[in-house]
């Protein structure tokens, strides 16, 4: 149970690799946000920059922010020395190629006071081009009835910057697990989801960048964590309560083989790019035979358009 104060201090963590221009986009409405002096909450920044070779050290030096230089650790193991070196009553990521918008953390923050109860509050997300233009409607689609909801969140992903987590709660949780080749935060949060109840709120608080570009290979690393942070949470229950959530996967397979993998294939056969199309489509077939089969003899032979293009699947 949180301890309710007059103000609280919010720990921002940006790793970051190379990506100087993105990352003083993302630095810099952080601190928008700081600027507008909250009553309710104040911020630290902390930068964990992990071994860049471009110009982002001097980014960095450029704003008021704590700031470490790793050599290489990965995603997960800059996340995990921002949260050890994190000194405030919660705590929060940001990727480097995304934008709060100055709604964050206040909505959150007040859903903790009514329900100081809750672990962690995740709020919405504006998904959008490679130049911040919004596409689509906010997300993600779910109830956004708070509780718990442990088994609601093994059907969807939160973007990680929407996320608040209380700060003791954050370090019971532990360690982002540095095995996964993505989705090391949907992992973390499912650990959270399983001890306290989770809140939500039904309010844009970022901007979720996309890339023009479609990268199969990107999103093929990222697919298999995704089955095994699943098959993760599916211990420890019972037989029958897994049998019920087993068909949850069966939906993650065929919305990564058709709306990613699938959709790419398309994409490269309508560029002229046959290898890379039989590549995602290889990739589409290992994903889910049954959707990519079903799915690909409906547009047969992959010249038809897609009714959504997706963006460019993200490490995370």
């Not at 507008?36 to 030096?61: A, Y």
């Not at 050890?84 to 480097?96: P, V």
């Not at 490679?130 to 059907?155: K, Q």
Request: glycine share 6%; charged share 25%.
């Amino acid at each position: 149970m949180m301890t309710l104060k007059d103000r609280y201090l919010v720990s921002v963590v940006i790793t970051t690799k190379n990506r100087a221009p993105l990352l003083r986009q993302a630095i810099e409405s952080v601190l928008t946000v700081k600027t507008m002096q909250h009553p309710k909450f104040d911020l630290e920044l902390i930068v964990v920059d992990d071994g860049s070779t471009d110009d982002t050290p001097d980014v960095i030096r450029a704003y008021p922010v704590r700031s470490f230089r790793t050599s290489g650790i990965g995603m997960a193991g800059a996340r995990n020395l921002g949260l050890h070196n994190a000194t405030g009553d919660f705590f929060t990521l940001l990727d480097d190629d995304d934008v709060w918008l100055p709604t964050n953390i206040a909505p959150q923050l007040a859903l903790f006071e009514a329900h100081p109860e809750f672990g962690a509050v995740h709020a919405q997300y504006r998904t959008t081009d490679a130049n911040l233009n919004p596409v689509g409607e906010p997300g993600p689609a779910c109830s956004y009835e708070s509780g718990w909801i442990f088994e609601e969140l093994l059907t969807y992903f939160p973007q990680v910057a929407t996320i608040l987590t209380r700060m003791d709660v954050a370090r019971e949780a532990g360690n982002f697990d540095p095995s996964l080749t993505g989705d090391n935060d949907w992992d973390w949060l499912l650990r959270i989801a399983r001890r306290y109840p989770i809140g939500r709120v039904a309010t844009p608080v970022l901007l979720f960048r996309g890339r023009d570009r479609a990268d199969e290979q990107l999103a093929w690393r990222r697919f298999p964590a995704v089955v095994k942070i699943f098959n993760r949470h599916m211990r420890g229950l019972s037989p029958k309560k897994q049998i019920q959530l087993r068909p949850i996967l069966w939906r993650h397979r065929g919305w990564w083989a058709t709306a990613y993998f699938l959709t790419y294939a398309r994409m490269h056969a309508e560029q002229g790019n046959r290898a890379r199309a039989l590549r995602s489509l290889y990739y589409a077939l290992r994903a889910s035979f049954p959707h990519t089969v079903y799915n690909a003899l409906r547009s047969w032979p992959l010249r038809a358009a897609s009714p959504v293009k997706p963006v460019d699947v993200k490490q995370s």
